[in-house]
Each structure stands twice: as structure tokens, then as C-alpha cells.
């Protein structure tokens, strides 16, 4: 015999050896290839004629003639049309919001220019509403319910806030309040001209007082995801002064580039060092996105705090960084101010000569901020070098007690048009930290410049969206050296939303809008159900969207405030975060007037237009929602109508009204009817229901005593209006709002498909049974293209699925079946092998994500609507490994994720920091000034409030609060943690770019599970014409590497931002005011002598620093 010949004979012996040795064991041998293919046609087959059941084609026939009878029509999207439409009423809308801002900045200036200004002014003499409770008189009065902000407000007045670290009975302060009481009268005639867009207006002045309307309590402060009413906090406690917020140093200063330059020596250690850092937390708090900053640090030589080591835009990532690094910094050696100095002016030089985007930076205003302790010898010769025209502002902030002498200090700042401050307690740092901002607006006082200006995105005070602030300064005609303060009011995200043509746009569409930088201000992906922080992260939007060359070329353009329309090939990610589908999408995109934003809308190609419906009567609508026969109603969440009220109309004959009501009841509003509605809108929706309802009645009720032998619990149809009809279900329908249900998005996007889906199990009751979803798309071509106007499909019973997984695999190799037909079947005679109903193997049926939509396994109520990789690491390792799947790996910036790494930042595990330095209780001086109250009062109640949420917290449990809770923006101390996210999608000759084909040989794979000390083989087949796979696999032998695979969004330390690219910005497009030749420039520093009380009085304080001690901990 031939050597070949040989080898062949004892490969079939071993080959038949191991076959006798795997069935004595009692475990069959594992089917071939062809054997599960066959299974999985048979499966499909099966499948199909289950989602069958709805009948797609009679039900295309029923939109069909509605099309022909005129009623339902394609209207093709002219998307410049729809951008140009939007943005001029969101144009008007900043027209409206301008007009009032300008006349409460023109009423403010003509008040203070017409005051005398009274030094002996009293309490008594300023009637006044106070927005917390202080002195009784100045208490609200007459609240009631206000339906534009919610809550109680009085509408006939404005009231007052004053920062806690503010004496409210100071002259300075009781003017302003007296004369800005003018305001109020011009607050209401706004108000009555706009009530929808003007409902809350501010006056914010640079003394700290904080006018406000309508007259209203100080909202709840919110930690986390707890709220802490004002009941139960000291309501004279807060920390939020307008003057040391974003929007308020952006419109009354020009952009800048901002050098922080700390002292690290080794005589700021210990308390000096802290300060140092609170201090530039402060002041990179107070930065905006316009921008850009650099830090460094010096001892005997100087270097960059951080990765960062030029100007970087002020971004939230940029800033945490930063940030970051802090921590890192020690004091030690001397301090050498000239290397200090020169690293910081050299930085200003290299950046002006590096090769970057002519928009980088801020190119305006340019300031150092020298933070140290103390400084002997003036370095004349540094300045003389690199600032000899003083072009770059220097301002210096002392940390520590005065026990230097600080003249070196003081004259650095006033000889280079800069401020000097002192620091000695983190409430100090934080006032420090705003100065800058006062300086830098003299020469926009000068010039007489008054610009719009519009903030980032910020949680409203409801925290239930999101809103930017437009602002407008107040500037101090007749003292022309000072801005008086700022008007501000909100433009909610929401009023935005109103103006986009969600409609034209269709399932799958969307808009969005970018600011100059580039930033996300409104996108579908960026909500505020998860974002409990008020200064939600600054997001560009390809930090949002999966991006491609493409796109950012789009989003560049945007940016320039171009017009035009883009086609990008782009990948789209479902709302549970579990699929991605590559689409082809349509960008329309153009500019909102008046706001330097741009404004995209986005079509995808199975969208050819706009589905118009007319001529659809109230009768015909009602009687289609009243019929009790044809199922239950559910209405996705859409504007159909606006200002539902709370008691019932009396409809009687009235059609119109009675179908609004429907409406209601299908939103689950209980007795709250709708007022006004889109009629367009309500023609839809009574075309779904007239329709739906004849073909469930016609059809569907015929066949109902079928769907308990096919696995049926319900069937559903989708329209596109957002009505669904659901028949025959006993089972919860888990997919209410069909616009974000997956199986509704990837029917539409995969409309040649049948979609199989498994709702999330946070979605479900314990008590649900699961149900697998089976749905397509209906599609009636018209006008040449295929219209969409419904998906419809089947929820089935799991259990079934499983049951039918094994009966298909009872049969191997020439069975009954498919494959008894199949070409060459003669030579493949019918076997014993493994099979689903076995034991030792598992059967799975995943769909193009990897969830298991069923499986054999006896724990499948487990495993069923679970990400493979959770449950059987190595099988699904394997899949990737073999190009089954294909992993597509994202960082999501837009949520923060509950992880335990990702828990608020504890700059020090103490107390709260409401500690007084003795040096402060020995000024007399101190406790003579007006801050002393201030300082006092913070004192007490901090210390009070300390207590109470100690106990708060021993009663509830551990929350994830703040250790330094007492800032205007608690989440500020939060990371903003970023979250990695994995999708899976067929890869290779599993899947095409174009969605899915039909079966073919090519997508099937026969191996071994690497990675286990055993033989366990697996084999996968494509179901054809649907998103699903089956595959059978030996039962897990308990050696296999079954590490977990990551599909969930987790915690991630995030790209590296030291390596980031600065994506293209365009600067604002306002007028640049650096400097200004009748600038006072001495005015530059803030301080009093010290003098020192006697030790009685220190007595009378500590004794008070006792008492409270006792109350804490009595109450504890």
C-alpha cells in the first residue's frame, strides 16, 4: 500500500476509534457543517413564517391605497429649506431675548446715573424681597404657582440674593439695591410682552447682588442624585455669587490666554501650598471655552505642571488634567522668581511662533497669574526683557499670612496693568480668583463696547434640560472706568427642540447644533436624565458621534458658518447602546443667525422624504381609536400638542376634542387634555390608527387561534406617526416609545431584514415572561422609491424558540427536511451526532450584537437578552477570534457612570474646610469691616450645616457627596468620568457594508474553542434574510479561559489627552479689548492694615467655635 494510501486508513480508523470512544461515553459525536446549516435554514424558516403572520404585504396594500386615495403622500425634503426655516425662528427668538436684554441694560444705566449715592443708607430705607430667609420684613410674600418655571413666584415683584460672604447691610450693596429696583418694572412689561420666552430675567451687579424675576424661594440644592431641601438646610446658608460664574467673566471681558505660574518653594509648604491650589482650581474654574490657559510651576527652576505644556483651550478635559496634576505638586528649594518669570513669557513667545491653526488661542487679552507666598528682590530685569510695553497683564495672588512684606509683590502687579490679591482661607481664594475679570473689563467700559454673549450649556434650575445663558453687560455711564454688571437671561435647550423639523425628518433623523468651538449645544445623545452635574462636560460633537474624515470635514465647515449639504457613509448607535448600523446619511447644515452657532440636520438614505397625511375626518379617526376590538393603543412621546391642562374638557359632539382626549389617554396623562395640537401631526396619527385597526380586524382576529401553536403572545404594528397598535397581548409591550426601540430603528434602517430582538431586562418585571420581538419593515413604493410607513412583527415566546431549536436538530446528516433535497445528499447518510436536545451541548441563537435571543441551556431565563460575552467568555472570544464578529470600541463623554473609580473627588478625606486662621481673629481691622460678618456668618452656618449632614448621612446611608460641599457648582468636584462603550456586528463574509444578505456557504465556520483543556468544538451558521446566528457548541468543559467580555458601558480612564489634537475652532465674533489708554492702572491692589484685638475677644470666638463643636456632636 502506498504511504498515502497508509495514512488515510489510520486516519479513518482513529477517526472511527474516536467516534466508538466518544459514543461508549455517552456523548455523540459533533454534527458536521452541513448538518447545522440545515438546522439554521429550517430555523429561518420557521421564524419568518412567525413574523409572517402580520401579513406585510396585505398591510403595504392597506398604506398603498391610502397613497392612491391622496391621503397619504411623499413630500421630498428640500433640507436647506427646513435649516433656513428653524434657524430664523430660532433667530427671532434671540431677537426677542436681545430687545429685553438691551432695555434692562439701558434702564440699569439711566438708574445708577440718576441715584445720589447715600453713604448713611439703612436696611430700613431699601424695601426689598429677600430669595432666602434673613430679616423677616424682607421675606416673599403672595406666592403662587407659576406654570413657565414651576414652583411658587410672585410676578409683581423681583427679589434679592447676596452672597453669604456679603455684609447685606453695607452702603455699597443697600444702593445698588435701591437703585436697581427701577429694574422691576421693566422685568414685567418684558415679561408681559414674551411670557413664553422671557419668564426669568436677571440682573447680576459687581458688588454681588443678584436680582432676579419673578420674586422666588432659592431652588433645592442637589447633590448627586439626592436632594437636600431648603427645609432642611439653613436657608441662609449658600455659596453662589453670579459674579464668579462662567456667563457673568465672559461678558464683561474680553477672551484671554491665562498663564498660572505657582511659587512651589519650600517655604509655601503645608497650608501656603493648599492654598496655592484651591486658588487654581478657582481660577480655572472662572475660565470659558473662548479661553485658552497654561500653568507652570518654580522653585530653583521652573517647568510645566502638567503634560499640558502650552496653551490649551479651557476645556472641561483640558482643565481636569490640569487639575489632575495639582496633586503631584511639593514645595521645596528656593525660590527663583526670574526662572519663573521667564518660563511664563517665553511660554507666551513660543506659543506666537508655533505652527499651529490660526484660530487657537485667544489672541486678546494675555495675563499671567503669579501665585506665591512672598518675594524679596524685584526682578527688573526679567520685565524689562519680555514685557517692556506691559502687553502681557500681570497679577499676583498671596497666599498665607501677612508676615512678609509684600511691596515687591504689589508693584509687580500695579507696574504691568495688573491686580493684586490676598489670599489666607479657601473662601478667600475663591474671591481672589475673580478679579482678573473686573480689570480686564475696564477697557470694554472704556470703549463703550456692549456685545450678546452666549454661554456654554448648563443644567436649567428645574434639572430637567439643559440652557444657555444670553447676557449683556451693564456699563457705569458716568464713572467711565467701570462695567456695573451684567443682564442675563436663559434660552432653554427645550425651545430650541421646538423650532427643528422633527417630523420632516423622519425615524432615524435628527438635528443638532455647534457653537463656534465646535461644542455639542444640542444633540439627541446629549440628555439630561444622567448629566445630574450643572456644567455638563464641553463636547464636541465628534467626541458625541462616531467619527470619519468626513465628518470632521463637515464639522469644520459647520464651524466656518458655511451653508451646504454633505452625504456621509457614518455609523449609528441604538438607544439601548447595544447595535450599531452603518448608514448612509444626509447632512443639511447652515448657520443661526445672530448666535455664532450652526445648526445640521441629518437624513438617513431610507428616509426619501417626508410622509404628508390629509384628508383623514375626526369621525373616521375616532371610531378607529375607539375600537376596543382592534387592540391597545400606545403613543410614543412626541409634540403632537402643547399646554395639556389639568381638568377634563367637556367634548360632548365635539370630534376634534374627543380625538385629542384619545391622544391623552394614549400618552397615559390620565385627565390632563390637550389644548393645542399639530394638525399635521393628528392626521398621522389617525391614519396609523384607521389603518392598524382595519388590518387587525380584518386579519389579525381570523387568525388569533393560531398564535398559541405558532409561539405568538402578541402582534404589534408600528406606524410612523409613533402609534402603535398592540393585539392580543397579555404580555407588558416593553417598547412604548417606538421612535427609540430597537426593534422599530433597525427594522427601518435594515428594512430588507426580519429584526429579532429581546427587550432589556431593567425594562421587565420580575413576573414577565420574555418574549423575543420578530419585525420588519412595511415598505410601499411610491413616486419610484420605497416609503416606510410602519414596522410590524411579533412578540413570540422564548420558551417555544428553544423548543423549536431542538426539534430542527433531531435529524443529522440526510434527514427529513431541507437538506434531504441538498446537492450531493446521496452520499451523506443519515448519522448519530450531537444535537440540541443533548446534555453536553449548548445551543445558542445570537442575533448581530451578540445577545443571546434564546438557547437550550436549562438556565436560559438567565441567559436570554444577555450579551454572550457575559455569559461564556471563550465561545464568544472565539466568534471574534474567527472573524464571526467584529468589535467596534468607543468612548462615550456625554454620561457619567456609577463606578465606584468614579466617585467624587476627595481632595481630603475631613470635614468641610470652615476653619478661621488665628492670624484673621487677631485683626481688629477684620471684625470691623464688613467681611468679617460675612466670614462669621459662613463660619456658623458651615459648621451648622456640617452637622446636620453628618446625621443626613448616618440616617440614609453612605451618598456620594463632596467633601467640600460648599460651592456654587458641587459638581465641580466630580470627575467627569468617561465611559467605554463596545458594540459587536457581523464581520467579513458575515456581514456587507449594505446591512445583511442573504445566506450564503461563506458565512458559516466550523473550529475549536481555543484556550481550554479539553476538545470543545463549535460551529455558526448565518440565518438568512434575518439579523440572527445560530450556533452549537460542545458544553463548557469548566477549563475554558471564560474571562468576560465588555459590552456595557464601564468606567475608563479615557484617550490620552496629553497627546489630543486641537480640532479647528473659530474665535468668537466679537470686538477684541485688551487695553485702553485712559486705564487707571492704580487701581491694582485690595487690602488694610492689621491690627490686632484683644484676647477677650479671641476668647468670645473660640468659645463660639466650642459651642458649635458641642452641637455637633450632641446631635451625632
Not at 493684586?420 to 477697557?443: I, K, W, Y
Not at 392626521?683 to 387568525?703: E, F, I, K
Not at 398564535?707 to 397581548?729: E, P, Y
Not at 458544553?1035 to 459590552?1047: D, I, M, S, V, W
Amino acid at each position: 500500500m502506498a504511504p498515502c494510501g497508509r495514512l488515510a486508513a489510520w486516519a479513518l480508523l482513529a477517526l472511527t476509534g474516536a467516534v466508538i470512544l466518544s459514543e461508549a461515553a455517552g456523548k455523540r459525536p459533533f454534527p458536521q457543517l452541513r448538518d447545522v446549516r440545515t438546522w439554521a435554514r429550517a430555523l429561518a424558516t420557521d421564524l419568518i413564517s412567525i413574523v409572517d403572520t402580520a401579513k406585510f404585504d396585505e398591510l403595504a396594500n392597506a398604506y398603498a391605497n391610502e397613497v392612491s386615495q391622496g391621503r397619504l403622500s411623499l413630500q421630498t425634503i428640500n433640507g436647506t429649506k427646513l435649516i433656513e426655516t428653524s434657524t430664523d425662528e430660532m433667530a427671532n427668538s434671540i431677537a426677542v431675548r436681545t430687545k429685553a436684554l438691551k432695555s434692562l441694560s439701558e434702564a440699569a444705566e439711566n438708574a445708577v446715573a440718576n441715584h445720589n449715592y447715600n453713604q448713611s443708607i439703612k436696611v430700613a430705607d431699601v424695601p426689598y424681597y429677600s430669595a432666602m430667609d434673613g430679616i423677616p420684613e424682607h421675606r416673599l410674600p403672595g406666592l403662587s404657582s407659576d406654570k413657565w418655571l414651576g414652583g411658587q413666584t410672585n410676578r409683581t415683584n423681583s427679589s434679592i440674593h447676596i452672597p453669604v460672604n456679603i455684609y447685606e447691610q453695607d452702603a455699597h450693596v443697600l444702593n445698588v439695591i435701591a437703585w436697581s429696583s427701577h429694574l422691576d418694572s421693566v422685568f414685567i412689561d418684558n415679561w408681559q410682552q414674551n411670557q413664553e420666552k422671557l419668564p426669568w430675567q436677571a440682573f447680576a451687579s459687581q458688588t454681588g447682588v443678584f436680582r432676579m424675576y419673578p420674586a422666588r424661594p432659592m431652588q433645592p440644592h442637589r447633590f448627586g442624585s439626592r436632594t437636600l431641601t431648603l427645609a432642611d438646610v439653613p436657608r441662609r446658608f449658600d455659596e453662589f455669587d453670579a459674579r464668579m460664574t462662567q456667563w457673568y467673566q465672559q461678558t464683561i471681558s474680553s477672551p484671554k490666554d491665562m498663564l498660572i505660574l505657582l511659587d512651589t518653594s519650600g517655604s509655601v509648604e503645608g497650608r501656603s501650598l493648599s492654598l496655592m491650589k484651591h486658588t487654581t482650581w478657582f481660577l480655572l474654574d472662572r475660565l470659558t471655552e473662548d479661553d485658552y490657559v497654561a500653568t507652570g510651576y518654580f522653585n530653583a527652576y521652573a517647568q510645566a505642571v502638567s503634560c499640558l505644556s502650552s496653551f490649551v483651550q479651557a476645556t472641561t478635559h483640558n482643565k481636569e488634567v490640569i487639575h489632575k496634576s495639582l496633586d503631584n505638586l511639593n514645595a521645596a528649594n528656593q525660590a527663583n522668581y526670574y526662572a519663573g518669570l521667564e518660563y511664563a513669557f517665553k511660554i507666551f513667545n513660543n506659543f506666537e511662533m508655533e505652527d499651529r491653526n490660526e484660530n487657537q488661542g485667544a489672541e486678546c487679552n494675555r495675563i499671567i497669574v503669579l501665585v506665591t507666598e512672598n518675594a524679596e528682590l524685584y526682578p527688573e530685569a526679567v520685565f524689562q526683557k519680555y514685557n517692556p510695553d506691559r502687553n502681557i497683564r500681570v497679577f499676583v495672588i498671596v497666599v498665607g499670612e501677612p508676615i512678609h512684606d509684600w511691596s515687591v509683590l504689589q508693584k509687580m502687579a500695579c507696574d504691568n496693568r495688573g491686580y493684586f490679591s490676598t489670599v489666607r482661607s479657601d473662601g478667600a481664594a475663591r474671591e481672589a480668583s475673580g478679579d482678573f475679570g473686573q480689570v480686564l473689563s475696564r477697557p470694554v467700559a472704556l470703549e463703550n463696547s456692549k456685545e450678546v454673549t452666549f454661554s456654554k450649556i448648563f443644567m436649567s434650575e428645574k434639572g430637567d434640560d439643559f440652557e444657555v445663558y444670553v447676557s449683556y453687560p451693564v456699563i457705569n455711564t458716568t464713572m467711565n472706568q467701570a462695567v456695573l454688571g451684567v443682564v442675563s437671561v436663559p434660552w432653554p435647550v427645550k425651545e430650541m427642540r421646538k423650532s427643528l423639523p422633527l417630523r420632516e425628518l423622519g425615524h432615524g433623523g435628527y438635528a443638532f447644533i455647534i457653537n463656534n468651538n465646535g461644542f455639542v449645544v444640542l444633540h439627541p445623545h446629549l440628555t439630561p436624565e444622567d448629566a445630574f452635574y450643572s456644567k455638563p462636560p464641553t463636547l464636541d460633537l465628534l467626541d458625541i458621534e462616531f467619527t470619519n474624515p468626513d465628518k470632521e470635514a463637515m464639522r469644520n465647515k459647520m464651524v466656518k458658518l458655511e451653508t451646504g449639504s454633505d452625504v456621509i457613509n457614518t455609523l449609528t448607535r441604538t438607544h439601548d447602546h447595544h447595535y450599531i448600523d452603518e448608514v448612509q446619511m444626509t447632512y443639511h447644515y447652515g448657520p443661526v443667525t445672530g448666535t455664532g452657532f450652526s445648526m445640521g440636520l441629518g437624513i438617513p438614505q431610507y428616509h426619501p422624504g417626508s410622509l404628508e397625511v390629509s384628508g383623514v375626518s375626526y369621525q373616521e379617526g375616532y371610531q378607529a381609536f375607539e375600537s376596543n376590538s382592534a387592540g391597545k393603543l400606545v403613543l410614543t412621546p412626541l409634540y403632537y400638542c402643547s399646554n395639556y391642562t389639568s381638568s377634563p374638557h367637556n367634548c360632548q359632539d365635539n370630534l376634534r376634542c374627543k380625538v385629542r382626549e384619545k391622544i391623552a389617554d394614549a400618552h397615559h396623562l390620565d385627565q390632563n387634555k390637550p389644548e393645542h395640537c399639530d394638525e399635521k401631526m393628528i392626521q398621522h396619527v389617525m391614519l396609523d390608527a384607521v389603518v392598524t385597526g382595519s388590518h387587525v380586524t380584518n386579519r389579525w382576529q381570523s387568525l388569533s387561534s393560531q398564535f398559541q401553536s405558532q409561539g405568538i403572545d402578541s402582534m404589534f404594528i408600528s406606524g410612523a406617526s409613533g402609534l402603535t397598535r398592540v393585539f392580543n397581548g397579555e404580555t407588558p409591550f416593553h417598547h412604548g416609545d417606538s421612535f427609540t426601540a430597537t426593534y422599530f430603528t433597525r427594522s427601518l434602517s435594515n428594512k430588507d431584514v426580519y429584526i429579532f430582538h429581546t427587550p432589556r431586562k431593567e425594562d421587565m418585571a420580575p413576573s414577565d415572561s420574555i418574549n423575543i420581538v420578530g419585525a420588519k419593515a412595511v415598505k410601499v413604493p411610491i413616486q419610484g422609491q420605497d416609503i416606510l410607513p410602519a414596522v410590524a412583527g411579533a412578540n413570540i415566546n422564548a420558551d417555544k424558540v428553544s423548543d423549536k431549536m431542538k426539534d430542527i436538530s433531531e435529524t443529522c446528516g440526510c434527514g427529513a427536511g431541507i437538506g434531504s433535497h441538498s446537492s450531493g445528499c446521496q452520499a451523506y447518510t443519515p448519522t448519530s451526532c450531537m444535537t440540541c436536545a443533548d446534555m453536553d451541548a449548548e445551543c445558542f441563537l445570537l442575533d448581530d450584537g451578540a445577545f443571546i435571543i434564546a438557547t437550550t441551556r436549562d438556565d436560559s431565563q438567565d441567559m436570554i437578552g444577555n450579551f454572550l460575552g457575559d455569559k461564556d467568555g471563550s465561545l464568544m472570544m472565539s466568534l471574534l477570534q474567527h472573524e464571526v464578529y467584529e468589535r467596534v470600541e468607543s468612548y462615550d463623554f456625554a454620561h457619567p457612570v456609577d463606578d465606584s473609580a468614579c466617585a467624587f473627588l476627595q481632595k481630603d478625606n475631613a470635614a468641610p474646610r470652615l476653619f478661621m486662621p488665628i492670624a484673621e481673629l487677631l485683626r481688629l481691622s477684620w471684625w470691623t469691616t464688613s467681611v468679617a460678618w460675612g466670614y462669621l456668618r459662613y463660619y456658623v452656618y458651615g459648621s451648622l450645616l456640617s452637622a446636620w449632614l453628618s446625621v443626613v448621612g448616618a440616617q440614609n446611608g453612605p451618598t456620594p457627596t463632596p467633601t467640600t460641599i460648599y460651592t456654587e457648582d458641587p459638581d465641580e468636584l466630580r470627575h467627569h468620568c468617561v465611559a467605554k462603550q463596545t458594540q459587536y456586528r457581523f464581520f467579513g463574509d458575515f456581514a456587507t457594508n449594505d446591512g445583511f444578505r442573504p445566506w450564503s456557504s461563506s458565512k458559516e465556520i466550523k473550529r475549536d474553542v481555543p484556550n481550554c483543556n479539553c476538545t470543545r468544538e463549535f460551529a455558526a451558521v448565518r440565518l438568512a434574510d434575518t439579523n440572527l446566528l445560530f450556533v452549537i457548541a460542545d458544553e463548557n468543559c469548566g477549563t475554558c479561559n471564560n474571562t468576560r467580555l465588555a459590552q456595557s458601558q464601564h468606567f475608563d480612564v479615557g484617550p490620552d489627552l496629553c497627546a489630543y489634537q486641537p480640532r479647528f475652532r473659530r474665535r468668537p465674533k466679537r470686538s477684541c479689548h485688551k487695553q485702553h489708554q485712559q486705564e487707571d492702572t492704580t487701581q491694582c491692589m485690595s487690602g488694610s492694615p492689621v491690627l490686632y484685638i484683644s484676647t477677650g475677644l479671641l476668647a468670645v470666638v473660640l468659645t463660639l467655635q466650642l459651642v458649635t463643636y458641642r452641637f455637633q456632636t450632641t446631635i451625632m
